[in-house]
């Protein structure tokens, strides 16, 4: 069984769709409670942070990703910090406010969704990385039902809506995420058949 580098039961969610060849858990799911220091200075690294200490501490594959938003007019900020942008503790909603906040008045909205994947195998070793791009803008205010965080404000231009509006078919399409499966999807059944 796969692990995935996360608790968020909305990203188990998503990469089981994606990956559906596979068996996969979350860390809640093995009782996994280790905070990481994401002190990477790219999505890259610190992806393979949180999949090498996961897969040494949990002696399992572990499939890690850090996911953030980039928007042009603050100069690729939230960035790595996407999930702390309210603070260290803040939740998703108050990371949108800030981030609408800081965009009052704002015309150019342009914003890049990225996905950096890592694979690591049992003893810790990463084996295979990817990426992901998804191009878009923010919105004033957020729209939709699903998804999650910054989901709700950020606009897809050829689906004409919000990541929180679009299906699941959709999003495993389009969506950074799945690009990012996508590129190593072919490697990863192949190490994982070997073990």
């Known amino acids: 069984m796969l692990l995935l580098g996360t608790s968020n039961v909305n990203k188990v969610s998503e990469f089981t769709r994606l990956l559906k060849e596979v068996s996969l858990c979350g860390l809640s799911e093995v009782g996994c409670e280790i ?9 890259a690294e610190n992806a393979a942070l949180k999949a090498s200490l996961y897969a040494r501490k949990t002696g399992r594959w572990v499939l890690s990703d850090d ?5 042009e007019a603050l100069g690729g900020a939230p960035g790595i910090l996407s999930a702390r942008f309210a603070g260290p503790n803040a939740t998703g909603p108050e990371n949108v406010a800030k981030l609408l906040a800081r965009l009052q ?3 150019d909205r342009q914003a890049t969704f990225h996905c950096a994947l890592a694979l690591a195998n049992a003893n810790g070793e990463v084996v295979l990385t990817s990426s992901g791009m998804l191009e878009g803008r923010i919105l004033k205010e957020p729209v939709g039902e699903g998804g999650f ?4 404000v950020f606009f897809e231009e050829k689906s ?6 679009m299906p699941s078919f959709a999003v495993d399409r ?3 995420r799945a690009k990012a499966v996508k590129a190593i999807k072919k490697e990863l059944l192949r190490l994982l058949k070997d073990e």
């Open 67 to 71: 996911t953030g938003l980039g928007v």
């Open 105 to 107: 008045g704002v015309e």
């Open 174 to 176: 389009l969506s950074h």
């Open 160 to 165: 004409g809506c919000t990541l929180a509006e």
């Open 35 to 43: 905070e990481v220091d994401e002190s990477g200075l790219t999505y």
């Open 149 to 152: 965080t910054y989901d709700y």
